[in-house]
């Protein structure tokens, strides 16, 4: 099996760039770039994926030749060869071009399986494996949290609500791990040495036939962050201050809800307890979730 | 099928949910959607997207807009996410606008990203900031973990699709006028890739308490970390996960990660069961966005009984391992031989 895994070099997510932000790059001191976390559990889940089944493991970026440091971390980690697509733009905003150099270099060489980090630490947004998917017309699942099998890959992947879906998917296609799926292995001194000597193939967008359009959609500032603002609420004015003080804190009046009392003795609670519960669905009328 | 090109349309698409209502934080999106038209002085679209079958739309929603379709996709399609792109890419269609608006969510960004493919159009995602200067749009997201905030210009030319972070934008005042609703029906979208095999009930612990439906959460009635192992073992039940007041928080007996209040996170699931926790306002605040809040104490003046929808005046430590009794029965009923998967 043929497996590629997408990394981007970003910058260390635990640098306190609050203090420091203000403008459109990020000029900060003593700031480190590494590969992002969950490209790194990507990489051990591609390289597991290997030792399952066979095959090699590809690691791809795109960026600036510093990003290289990013491919010998995943060489580091089992991967067989690397492959840069040379591109200065800003990380944080170029989800559209990345996803254009990659999918042209990835179609040169069709890989199995394709896996990336379900989000940048740095942009977070989580959209360059969806247009990859979408350019290269292959089947995708994202935030998987579980991966096994080999002939069509068994996946579990988070949705909202905390619930999980069993799926199954035969390659070719793409996914995206998050952090739950596997702890990325320590690296050996020696596979780190053996990383540092592999030879690692470069592109141009010129070279893979890209031409990549303007963008529409600018990074213009950088700044602090800005917390959503909180509702602001005042207390009625008849309230004295203790009072005044639970309100502001609980963050309004309380919702007016129909309470209903349950009292009594605790099978005949639980009985109607119990048909709360399935009244709003929450447990089946066999009381399993539905 | 031509394309009617409206040079300037701002398009919101909503999922209606399975009462046929738009959830509260789409008319955020409306609101987003509207202040973006009125800046760039053009019209507001809505497309309401939803599953064939699904009740009508809420009959004031596509008030909210200048025109209004409505979009149903077959029921036996397995991957909603397919039917959504479909969906979307009709009402583009149909409407040829320049910025499309969705509810930022796991899966509305992915169905954002495919749309924005077809479109060749900019992303723009978990926006919370969206104002017209100058011709220019200027748009924000967090970013860098949480620890920045970018701010980006749209230059209003190429088409952009943006997901709006929910709580950034308020809902906007109807117009009071009756639009007609154009009834579209989506193409069926090309046989899934993926199998869909089932869902599975993932282990509370494996849930943080803000993904969570269902939430089980203890006070300082529960007594004990013991005492939690029990209130874990409900939530797996339930298919929910573990939460806690600080006071549990604060004696050890639950991990930090897990406070629901003023100092810890504020929750919006489905049910929310509050276990022996008195309801201090600090608690309070942190469950305002919850669905159905259902209170077990001993003391019938708790103030929790007033934020809840079911009251259950009794002693936790007999009420909870009787409703434990009771499921469990309740399951070996149903699936004797385990064979129900």
């Known amino acids: 099996m043929r497996i590629a895994v997408c990394v981007k070099w970003v910058?260390?997510?635990?640098?306190?760039?609050?203090?420091?932000?203000?403008?459109?790059?990020?000029?900060?001191?003593?700031?480190?770039?590494l590969a992002n976390p969950l490209d790194m559990v990507a990489c051990e889940a591609g390289v597991r994926l290997k030792e399952l089944a066979g095959g090699t493991v590809k690691v791809v970026t795109v960026g600036p030749e510093a990003a290289e440091s990013a491919l010998r971390s995943g060489?580091?980690?089992?991967?067989?060869?690397?492959?840069?697509?040379?591109?200065?733009?800003?990380?944080?905003?170029?989800?559209?071009?990345?996803?254009?150099?990659?999918?042209?270099?990835?179609?040169?060489?069709?890989?199995?399986?394709?896996?990336?980090?379900?989000?940048?630490?740095?942009?977070?947004?989580?959209?360059?494996?969806?247009?990859?998917?979408?350019?290269?017309?292959?089947?995708?699942?994202?935030?998987?949290?579980?991966?096994?099998?080999?002939?069509p890959l068994e996946v579990e992947r988070r949705m909202e609500g905390g619930r999980r879906q069993l799926l199954q998917v035969h390659p070719p296609a793409a996914i995206t791990v998050e952090e739950s799926l596997c702890d990325p292995r320590y690296p050996s001194v020696l596979a780190r040495r053996k990383a540092d000597r592999t030879p690692i193939e470069v592109f141009t967008p010129g070279q893979l036939g890209v031409d990549l359009p303007d963008r529409s959609v600018t990074l213009i500032r950088l700044q602090g962050p800005r917390p959503l603002a909180a509702r602001l609420v005042s207390p009625p004015a008849g309230l004295l201050a203790r009072g005044r003080l639970a309100f502001?804190?609980?963050?309004?009046?309380?919702?007016?809800?129909?309470?209903?009392?349950?009292?009594?003795?605790?099978?005949?609670?639980?009985?109607?307890?119990?048909?709360?519960?399935?009244?709003?669905?929450?447990?089946?009328?066999?009381?399993?979730?539905? | 099928m031509t394309v009617e090109q409206r040079p300037h349309t701002?398009?919101?698409?909503?999922?209606?949910?399975?009462?046929?209502?738009?959830?509260?934080?789409?008319?955020?999106?409306?609101?987003?959607?509207?202040?973006?038209?009125?800046?760039?002085g053009c019209e507001l679209a809505v497309a309401f997207v939803a599953q064939q079958?699904?009740?009508?739309?809420?009959?004031?929603?596509?008030?909210?807009?200048?025109?209004?379709?409505?979009?149903?996709?077959?029921?036996?399609?397995e991957m909603a996410g397919d039917a959504m792109v479909e969906a979307a890419w009709l009402a583009v269609q149909t409407e040829g606008p320049t910025a499309v608006l969705f509810e930022?969510?796991?899966?509305?960004?992915?169905?954002?990203?495919?749309?924005?493919?077809?479109?060749?159009?900019?992303?723009?995602?978990?926006?919370?900031?969206?104002?017209?200067?100058?011709?220019?749009?200027?748009?924000?997201?967090?970013?860098?973990?949480?620890k920045a905030f970018a701010q980006l210009e749209w230059d209003a030319v190429r088409p952009v699709v943006i997901t709006v972070a929910p709580g950034a934008f308020s809902a906007p005042s109807p117009s009071g006028r009756d639009l007609e609703i154009v009834r579209l029906e989506a193409?069926?979208?090309?046989?899934?890739?993926?199998?869909?095999?089932?869902?599975?009930?993932?282990?509370?612990?494996?849930?943080?308490?803000?993904?969570?439906?269902?939430?089980?959460?203890?006070?300082?009635?529960?007594?004990?970390?013991?005492?939690?192992?029990?209130?874990?073992?409900?939530?797996?039940?339930?298919?929910?996960?573990?939460?806690?007041?600080?006071?549990a928080v604060d004696k050890g007996w639950v991990q930090s990660n897990r406070q629901v209040g003023l100092t810890g996170k504020t929750v919006s699931p489905r049910l929310y069961l509050a276990v022996g926790i008195s309801g201090a306002p600090q608690h309070i605040a942190g469950i305002r966005s919850a669905g159905k809040v259902v209170a077990i104490n001993?003391?019938?003046?708790?103030?929790?009984?007033?934020?809840?929808?079911?009251?259950?005046?009794?002693?936790?430590?007999?009420?909870?391992?009787?409703?434990?009794?009771?499921?469990?029965?309740?399951d070996e009923r149903t699936a004797p031989g385990g064979m129900e998967s």
């Open chain 2, 187 to 247: 193409p069926a979208s090309a046989p899934s890739r993926v199998t869909v095999i089932g869902e599975v009930a993932p282990a509370p612990d494996a849930m943080g308490v803000t993904e969570a439906d269902v939430l089980v959460a203890g006070g300082a009635g529960v007594g004990g970390a013991e005492g939690f192992h029990q209130l874990v073992e409900l939530a797996r039940r339930l298919g929910g996960t573990v939460a806690a007041s600080r006071v």
């Open chain 1, 248 to 290: 502001v804190m609980a963050g309004g009046p309380d919702q007016k809800r129909s309470s209903r009392r349950l009292e009594g003795p605790t099978p005949l609670v639980v009985d109607q307890l119990l048909a709360y519960l399935d009244a709003n669905g929450v447990t089946g009328s066999d009381g399993r979730r539905r």
């Open chain 2, 53 to 77: 079958g699904a009740p009508a739309v809420r009959a004031d929603a596509h008030q909210y807009a200048d025109r209004a379709c409505q979009i149903a996709w077959d029921n036996g399609v």
């Open chain 2, 104 to 146: 930022d969510g796991l899966s509305a960004r992915v169905v954002a990203a495919r749309l924005a493919v077809r479109m060749d159009a900019e992303l723009v995602v978990g926006c919370t900031l969206l104002k017209v200067r100058d011709g220019k749009v200027q748009m924000g997201r967090g970013c860098l973990s949480g």
């Open chain 2, 298 to 330: 001993r003391d019938p003046r708790a103030p929790i009984f007033r934020v809840a929808d079911l009251a259950v005046v009794g002693d936790l430590h007999e009420v909870i391992p009787a409703l434990l009794e009771r499921l469990t029965a309740a």
């Open chain 1, 75 to 151: 060489l580091a980690l089992g991967a067989d060869s690397a492959t840069r697509v040379e591109f200065e733009g800003d990380g944080l905003v170029a989800g559209d071009p990345t996803a254009r150099l990659l999918a042209a270099v990835l179609a040169s060489d069709p890989p199995d399986v394709i896996i990336c980090g379900a989000r940048s630490s740095d942009s977070g947004s989580g959209t360059v494996p969806v247009f990859l998917a979408e350019r290269l017309d292959r089947p995708l699942v994202t935030n998987v949290v579980s991966l096994s099998g080999v002939g």
């Open chain 1, 11 to 33: 910058p260390d997510p635990e640098y306190p760039f609050q203090a420091t932000i203000g403008g459109v790059h990020l000029d900060a001191p003593g700031l480190t770039y």
């Open chain 2, 10 to 40: 701002v398009m919101a698409v909503v999922e209606s949910g399975p009462s046929g209502d738009p959830s509260p934080s789409s008319f955020e999106v409306l609101g987003a959607a509207r202040g973006l038209a009125t800046g760039l």
